[in-house]
T-cell receptor
Framework: KQEVTQIPAALSVPEGENLVLNCSFTDSAIYNLQWFRQDPGKGLTSLLLIQSSQREQTSGRLNASLDKSSGRSTLYIAASQPGDSATYLCASETGANNLFFGTGTRLTVIP | NAGVMQNPRHLVRRRGQEARLRCSPMKGHSHVYWYRQLPEEGLKFMVYLQKENIIDESGMPKERFSAEFPKEGPSILRIQQVVRGDSAAYFC???????????????FGPGTRLTVL
């Protein structure tokens, strides 16, 4: 069964700093790896989806990488802003028809 | 183009009552997924449905929980005889299609927060 781990559990950075969030998964036979953002009391917003054949995806200040062989993905956020404060979740999809989520990294960007 | 809609957003039930959670997928989406997020835990898959069919319910508790996605109307997650341990946020997601070896992005609703007193 797929297990997804995210470290750190919480992270505080000053505004403007670049940062990296880490995600690891135990089963490398994935279809894709997704990064989501969850704001308190809200639903999930999909940020980036990397198919298994891809190595990275970029959207604005966000860049996600995928290394299937080592079972790792990273989310890089450039020039962080207070509006980036949220919980970031990674999720992998295998052939089991569903997403396996990590427990998230709670990010606080301090103005 | 409205996103995934869930209602109610907040639901309070006493132990032993029934809870019904509704999910309307995005327009044109015929695949629906339900997830549960317990306090301080990650989201856990419960069930995957297509119109009138349950495809995968491997994450659903064996008793008291059921789900449906009728030909017309929203998908319903039903919890009978709720207990305090059912208190959680329940999220629904929908996707456009699935093809062998790859999937579409799942779009999530805002969730229903169930509190059992």
């Amino acid at each position: 069964k797929q297990e997804v781990t995210q470290i750190p559990a919480a992270l505080s950075v000053p505004e403007g700093e670049n940062l990296v969030l880490n995600c690891s998964f135990t089963d490398s036979a994935i279809y894709n790896l997704q990064w989501f953002r969850q704001d308190p009391g809200k639903g999930l917003t999909s940020l980036l989806l990397i198919q298994s054949s891809q190595r990275e995806q970029t959207s604005g200040r966000l860049n996600a990488s995928l290394d299937k062989s080592s079972g790792r993905s990273t989310l890089y956020i450039a020039a962080s802003q207070p509006g980036d404060s949220a919980t970031y979740l990674c999720a992998s999809e295998t052939g089991a028809n569903n997403l396996f989520f990590g427990t998230g990294t709670r990010l606080t960007v301090i103005p | 183009n409205a996103g995934v809609m869930q209602n109610p957003r907040h639901l309070v039930r006493r132990r032993g009552q029934e809870a019904r959670l509704r999910c309307s997928p995005m327009k044109g989406h015929s695949h629906v997924y339900w997830y549960r997020q317990l306090p301080e835990e990650g989201l856990k898959f419960m069930v995957y449905l297509q119109k009138e069919n349950i495809i995968d319910e491997s994450g659903m508790p064996k008793e008291r929980f059921s789900a449906e996605f009728p030909k017309e109307g929203p998908s319903i997650l039903r919890i009978q005889q709720v207990v305090r341990g059912d208190s959680a946020a329940y999220f629904c997601a929908s996707s456009l299609r699935r093809t062998s070896g790859s999937t579409d992005t799942q779009y999530f609703g805002p969730g229903t927060r169930l509190t059992v007193l």
